[in-house]
C-alpha cells in the first residue's frame, strides 16, 4: 500500500489551498486517515483525522479553516485549506490505517510530504 500526497503550493496568507492524499495497492479498506504537518525546526504534529464513515477531528491551531474529507471509491482524503497564515507552512504527511485484500491489517502509511508556504 502507498500514498501520495499532492496539492501544495505558494499561497499568500489569506489564500486557500487543498491537497489531495490518494492510496493505492492492494486495497481492501481503509480505516481512519490522518493528515499531519511538520514546520522547519519543529516536530510533526497531527492537524486532522477522518474514519471510514466521515467522523472528523481537527487540531485546535486549523478548526474553523481547514476541512478533511475522503472518496472511499477513489481511496483518497482531501484537506480543504482555507484562511492560510504563516505558520500554517509546513511538509504536509498523510497516513493511513486499514486492511488489505488479504484482510491484513497495514498501517501507519505515510505519504511523501507536500510543501505548503504561505508568505505572509
Known amino acids: 500500500v502507498q500514498l501520495q500526497a499532492s496539492g501544495g503550493g505558494l499561497v499568500q496568507a489569506g489564500g486557500s489551498l487543498r491537497l489531495s492524499c490518494a492510496a493505492s495497492?492492494?486495497?481492501?479498506?481503509?480505516?481512519?486517515m490522518r493528515w499531519y504537518r511538520q514546520a522547519p525546526g519543529k516536530l510533526r504534529e497531527w492537524v486532522a483525522a477522518?474514519?471510514?464513515?466521515?467522523?472528523?477531528n481537527y487540531a485546535d491551531s486549523v478548526k474553523g479553516r481547514f476541512t478533511i474529507s475522503r472518496d472511499n471509491a477513489k481511496n483518497t482524503m482531501y484537506l480543504q485549506m482555507n484562511s492560510l497564515k504563516a505558520e500554517d507552512t509546513a511538509v504536509y504527511y498523510c497516513?493511513?490505517?486499514?486492511?488489505?485484500?488479504?484482510?491484513?491489517?497495514?498501517?501507519?502509511?505515510w505519504g511523501q510530504g507536500t510543501q505548503v508556504t504561505v508568505s505572509s
Open positions: 477522518i474514519t471510514a464513515t466521515g467522523s472528523t
Open positions: 497516513n493511513a490505517f486499514g486492511e488489505t485484500l488479504t484482510r491484513d491489517t497495514f498501517g501507519p502509511v
Open positions: 495497492g492492494s486495497i481492501f479498506s481503509i480505516n481512519v
